[in-house]
């Protein structure tokens, strides 16, 4: 199901986020219900799985790393999931006139069971907690952003600036040689360094786009300098 500003929800469980860019294992076992029997809890959720997917790219600006939307939109798209779900409750008919059709002859309209309705206490109450469960794991991707901040001045780089630069010094085939294989080895380590995706708590993140962009700066690079 979608979400507002284009936060995708899927139809996963949840994970850990990790130290580094290439995630590791902090599990995100908040539990919604306070581990209650019977009430909802991230704790059951798969390891390496994420609930919302979100993909990370350069700014508008190109200066530095944003998210394809905003994470505190999660909040909202499972609270209207909740109050999705609570509406379907509220349509589930009798099972008398099917069962004895002949006795509901006369009545055109609709019946059906008694649910839950969404202004009961109880139901405010887990809301509440739902809401909250999922406020807590928003810090974590502010966390994972700031890991990519080093990446930044590469992001800024622009291949043909930089050979021009490189030209106007005029340096001897021997440094351009080494220069080449030095940003050969940076595209490689860039590659290894990034992930494709990386569960942080409840995100599965997507770098796959970001991580080419920037290995493909340094392969720019080199095959520019080639060319000298």
Request: glycine share 12%; with cysteine.
């Amino acid at each position: 199901a979608g979400g507002g500003g284009g936060t995708t929800v899927t139809a996963a469980g949840g994970g850990g986020g990790g130290s580094g860019v290439g995630g590791g294992g902090t599990g995100a076992a908040a539990g919604v219900g306070g581990g209650d029997a019977g009430e909802v809890s991230f704790a059951s959720m798969s390891q390496g799985e994420g609930l919302f997917v979100l993909e990370l790219r350069p700014s508008e600006c190109k200066q530095h790393f944003v998210y394809s939307s905003e994470g505190s939109a999660c909040v909202a798209v499972c609270s209207e999931v909740l109050d999705l779900r609570l509406q379907s409750l509220n349509d589930v008919p009798q099972l008398e006139p099917s069962i004895v059709p002949q006795l509901f002859r006369t009545v055109v309209y609709k019946q059906v069971l008694s649910a839950v309705d969404t202004t009961e206490d109880w139901i405010i109450q887990r809301r509440a907690r739902l809401e909250a469960a999922v406020q807590r794991m928003l810090p974590a991707l502010g966390e994972y952003l700031q890991l990519f901040v080093p990446y930044e001045a590469l992001l800024k780089l622009d291949p043909v600036d930089y050979v021009q630069e490189k030209a106007a010094a005029d340096i001897s085939t021997e440094e351009a040689k080494a220069c080449v294989l030095e940003h050969l080895e940076q595209e490689q380590q860039v590659l290894s360094e990034i992930p494709e995706t990386v569960v942080v708590g409840l995100f599965e993140i997507s770098c796959s786009e970001i991580r080419k962009t920037l290995a493909s700066r340094h392969k720019k690079i080199a095959d520019l300098l080639l060319e000298l």
